[in-house]
């Protein structure tokens, strides 16, 4: 156990005694603990296999490589569409977390087997994302700003693709590639 975990749980007040239940079950697996992100994680030899995380409405036990694991007991969830890699199991309540506590420690056990073998998610590249049909259009009759989005790292092209493609309606997507045009030609992703 990590004291910088338990001053964590010490000044959590939402989710405290599930966040403790999650804690005892991941420990029983021999997973290290520490403190990232602000939050419990856990890891095998130095990689990071689950966290702990509360929401408004749940909290949750993130895997890393949720996505390679076999979910036979249809547990994990993957957050968002957008989310390649990481799946969660979320709980509204103590008892849940209990009720399922094996299922817990199996998809921990081969989220270990996962790391063991050297698995890796097959990420999406940049190219493999959509790209909205008003966006396309700007980028084709203005260079500067293709030469500017392709400078971009790839997590903030696919930020700016998700964000213009979320739109249903045109007039909001276009509304929407007219207000980040300055921010992608200087070089700026959409949260910064």
Known sequence: MNPKVDVFLSKTDKWREEFEALRTIVLECGLTEELKWGLPCYAFFKSNIVIIQGFKDYCALLFFKGALLSNTDGLLI?????????????????????????????????????EKAGLKVEMKKTSDFEVATEFQEKLDALPVLRIAFEALTPGRQRAYLFHFSEAKQSKTRTARVEKHIPQILNGKGIND
Request: with cysteine.
């Open 78 to 114: 993957q957050q968002t569409d957008h989310v390649q890699s990481a799946r969660q199991i979320r709980f509204t309540h103590v008892r849940e977390i209990w009720q399922v506590k094996q299922e817990i420690k199996n998809c921990i056990f081969e989220a270990i087997e996962v």
